[in-house]
């Protein structure tokens, strides 16, 4: 019998390496014929894809906003990609390819397991704009995902509110797994034992207002006056949001000495080992980030927000601090906590390890989503 063929659908090709990549080697590794697609490819990330035993395939995707028409050509490619590559199940993860993939799938009837990251901006509600949107998601994610074999979910809260905004019903299949998983060898345990004065904190994240770097820049800028010797470090890309940072406000900070601004980096295991405490007081409706879980298993403690998603990650107390959304006042108190109480990051990091390694291994993920797919392809 011929292996099962299975279409992995991302808004970017890097998120096919950096979240579905170890994924994609083991859905390969299990006997199945892998095709990997999404919008614009570089030379390198083909190549790695072919590597892992996958067939690269690129598409057109507005990553951002909604034009009807080319939405539509979207629905239509992935369509000809299904039909053209005889594919059995369609697994497509982030908002857009679940949507636009789900429908092209159910175009060709074809099996669909379906991964909801987390929400976005979208579904925040704090604007106008995104009470909008939110309204147009649900009524997509409704014609899109309601028969879809499975749809899983990356924390509790996201599947309650589908159920509370009838999106999905109780009927539909669903599962859930902790996140996209951290590969524990990749990023290895290290300990902290460093009782200097200079505490070093790590922000990493998409440079937008929802992810928390305004909070995070105020946050530097009241304790850097109160302790000097305290490392505030930056890291991620400007983009084209409306919400965006303004590099020109980076770099000036960079130059204050308020910020160290790395700018976008791809070794990113390097800077986990060389900092202290991980802080992502991020608004945006997260799955489980990414980011986070990288910093766990490298054995940092974590301040992030009492949020779908982020709140998974920390046990209070052990291994980091929930604080509540867009409140500098307890992101400070959290901070300045691991400055006055060093003995406590190397602790609170011990901690942060054990949780990776329980609960969020991509072994573990990976494991489950392969049985999720065997399952659907079964039945």
Do not use: W
């Not at 009470?131 to 599947?159: G, W």
Request: net charge positive; glycine share 6%; charged share 25%.
């Amino acid at each position: 019998m011929e292996n099962k063929r299975i279409l992995i659908v991302g808004s970017t090709s890097a998120s096919l390496i950096n979240f579905r990549g170890d994924f994609i080697k083991s859905l390969v590794k299990n006997g199945f014929e892998v095709f990997a697609a999404a919008p614009e490819f570089d030379k390198k990330t083909y190549d790695q894809l072919i590597d892992y035993g996958a067939t690269p395939i690129e598409f057109k995707l507005q990553r951002t906003g909604m034009n009807p028409i080319k939405d539509a050509k979207t629905i239509l490619e992935l369509k000809k990609i299904i039909s053209n590559n005889n594919i059995d199940l369609v697994f497509p993860y982030t908002v857009k390819p679940v949507i636009y993939g789900s429908i092209a799938a159910k175009l060709c009837k074809v099996s669909v397991i379906s991964l909801i990251t987390g929400l976005g901006f979208a579904f925040t509600g704090l604007t106008l704009k995104a009470r909008v949107l939110q309204r147009l998601n649900e009524f997509l994610y409704k014609i899109s995902i309601r028969k879809n074999k499975v749809i899983v979910f990356q924390n509790s809260d996201d599947y309650n509110l589908f159920l509370k905004r009838r999106i999905i019903k109780k009927k539909n299949k669903v599962e859930f797994v902790n996140g996209s998983g951290v590969n524990l060898d990749k990023y290895r345990y290290r300990i902290n034992n460093n009782m200097s004065d200079n505490i070093s904190f790590l922000f990493i994240a998409r440079l937008i207002q929802e992810k928390g770097i305004g909070l995070y820049i105020d946050a530097a800028e009241v304790l850097k006056k109160k302790y000097p010797n305290a490392i505030f470090h930056v890291i991620g890309y400007v983009d084209e949001s409306p919400s965006a940072i303004k590099l020109e406000k980076l770099n000036a900070l960079h130059t204050e000495g308020i910020i160290i601004y790395h700018g976008p980096q791809k070794n990113i295991a390097d800077h986990l080992y060389k900092r202290d405490v991980f802080v992502l007081p991020t608004y945006y409706r997260e799955g489980v980030p990414r980011s986070i879980l990288e910093a766990l298993s490298v054995g940092l403690p974590i301040i992030t927000t009492n949020t779908p998603g982020c709140k998974e990650t920390v046990k209070k107390d052990k291994n980091g601090f929930l604080i509540k959304p867009q409140n500098l006042e307890e992101l400070i108190t959290a901070m300045e906590y691991f400055i006055t109480n060093k003995a406590k990051i190397k602790e609170m990091g011990i901690h942060s390890r054990k949780y990776a390694e329980e609960k969020f291994d991509v072994d573990i993920i990976n494991n489950k989503l392969i049985s999720i797919v065997k399952s659907a392809l079964r039945h």
